[in-house]
């Protein structure tokens, strides 16, 4: 067992470690709350404006009382449905939950064992720190930033004319489910040797949560039992603005503490890093690694995996979801102004658009692995050997891409599926999963700006062209952003099943090799750290 720091007790050094990870994450912590709350400023004023009467509210609350539509927002309890408010926290709140949850889960990996993967813990504890001081910090960090969120997304809330009980017990209720999954992270971090298998195994306990209560909001729209299973069921059955009830945050608040003291546990219990989970170790059977794009891919292959999961399970919904918005968008002009193509084609468009740019999320965080790797040291075995530079960085943009083709192949086929079963046409399924891959080339300019990112060492760079993508396409009508802005966005420009712009999808091949060769170019000839 680790033991405390000579001349202190097990918290020893918290508040500094507490600062530390404040003054190192500023600047992250700060674009995530800025984001989080002009989010709640946002969607009220969005809702009014594209649903102004009572009819087209009724209109959405049909198509989102759909399974569907229940998997991706919350449970409908039957009263004041179309009210603003009620339709805020029903279709809000889940968006909120996830990523605030990504947030707390992030920041305790990152200042717990990905610090002692790195080595910079090993030179913390080298002063007088205590056994449980860092985890105990991250912890702290992490409520420190849900305390922010939950008071600024209240006022923005509050600002909007909506009441003061009611929106603080909704942000309240996203916060607390955060800081379970901070306990989670916190727990998982003791298990698992790397931070990589920390942060999976926190962030496979919330799609399990989700997908647990999303079926049992199925199973009954008001929450059934099984519904009760999942954390983030207990914020929404706070039932803000519909039902407004204090209890289920005690259930979080007991949670948390009984998921912190065994975090605590498992920390005494473990050497200095070493987790309680053995590591699987080496596999003498196990085939050769075949070149530097053999070993990119083995490593990406698990992020792979959970990525086609989950769009498979994204375009399975969004298929299924075909009639009702088809429905919705005759009675709604804005609906209807969101499809890029009227019709059918439109709707699928659309979903696959979506669905791609959320495999550009997977696309630029495989890519900007390079950098971290080189950050951290990591990356030195392969570096060390007859490789040069420039060919490690190629490969991980093919690798990228290669797995960006494999996610579209399987959002396809599920958005194919959802929608055959909907309207029963099996042809659906070979042609929806065909557009899928029409993406590709679209992410693969992704992949390139993530390559440049990793030349320039600003990774903000690849974040932001995902940001760029995803607010064109959620944004672009709503705000009525002009069309050269919005026909820089390689996903919004692609627009297959409806067409299959094959001019366009030759100028993004260009596009993404002149990127990753401009990359190439700058990396080469910058120092290696």
């Known amino acids: 067992m680790t033991s405390p720091s000579p001349g202190g007790g097990p918290w020893t050094g918290t508040a500094r470690l507490a600062g530390l990870a404040l003054r190192r994450d500023r600047v992250r912590l700060s674009v995530w709350i800025a984001t989080l709350t002009l989010l709640m400023v946002y969607t009220p004023n969005a809702l009014e404006l594209a649903y102004p009467e009572e009819a087209q509210r009724l209109a959405r609350v049909n198509l989102l009382r759909t399974p569907a539509g229940m998997m991706m927002g919350g449970p409908m309890f039957g009263v004041n449905e179309t009210d603003l408010g009620a339709m805020i926290a029903n279709e809000l709140m889940f968006t909120l939950i996830v990523a605030a949850s990504i947030l707390a889960i992030l920041t305790v990996v990152r200042h717990t064992r990905a610090e002692e993967e790195s080595g910079v813990a090993e030179l913390v504890l080298a002063s007088a720190v205590g056994r449980h001081a860092r985890t105990t910090a991250a912890l702290a960090v992490a409520c420190g930033v849900n305390i922010v969120l939950a ?71 008001s929450g059934s039992t099984l519904s009760w299973f999942s954390p983030i069921a207990w914020a929404q059955q706070m039932r803000a603005f519909v039902d407004l009830r204090w209890w289920p945050l005690v259930l979080l608040a007991a949670v948390t503490a009984a998921l912190v003291a065994l975090a605590a546990a498992l920390e005494a219990r473990r050497e200095f890093d070493d987790a309680i989970v053995p590591s699987s170790g080496e596999h003498p059977g196990a085939p050769p690694v075949r070149g530097l794009f053999g070993l990119q891919v083995l490593l990406q292959r698990g992020q792979v995996f959970g990525w086609a999961v989950g769009l498979f399970t994204a375009g399975l919904a969004f298929g299924s979801m075909t009639k009702s918005l088809l429905d919705a968008a005759e009675g709604n002009e804005l609906i209807a102004q969101l499809l890029p ?87 659906l399924v070979v042609r929806l999963t065909l557009a899928g891959l029409a993406f590709v080339p679209a992410l693969a300019v992704l992949a390139g700006v993530a390559a440049v990112a990793v030349a320039v060492r600003r990774s903000w760079i690849g974040w932001l062209a995902v940001t760029f993508v995803i607010a064109s396409l959620y944004l672009g009508a709503l705000l009525r952003l002009p069309d050269w802005l919005l026909d820089l966005s390689p996903v919004g420009q692609t627009t297959a099943p409806a067409e299959v712009p094959v001019p366009a999808m030759i100028v993004m091949v260009l596009a993404a090799t002149l990127f990753t060769a401009l990359a190439v170019g700058i990396y080469r000839n910058r120092d290696a750290v």
Do not use: H, K
């Open 151 to 221: 008071v600024t997304m209240t006022a923005a809330t509050v600002a909007a004319g909506f009441r003061v009980a009611d929106s603080a017990a909704m942000c309240l209720g996203v916060t607390a489910v955060a800081t379970v999954f901070a306990a989670v992270a916190a727990v998982t971090a003791q298990l698992w040797r790397t931070a990589r298998a920390a942060t999976g195994a926190a962030m496979a306990v919330l799609a399990v949560s989700a997908l647990v209560r999303g079926i049992g909001d199925v199973i009954d729209n």
């Open 341 to 427: 193509v009227q019709g059918r084609d439109g709707v699928y468009t659309t979903m696959s658009q979506f669905l791609a740019a959320a495999a550009g999320a997977y696309v630029v965080a495989a890519v900007l692995r390079v950098y971290g790797d080189e950050q951290s040291g990591l990356g030195e075995a392969v570096l060390a050997a007859a490789v040069p530079r420039w060919r490690w960085l190629v490969t991980a943009v093919a690798a990228a891409t290669a797995g960006a083709a494999v996610l579209m192949l399987a959002a396809g086929l599920g958005n194919g599926v959802g929608a055959a079963l909907t309207l029963d046409e099996p042809g």
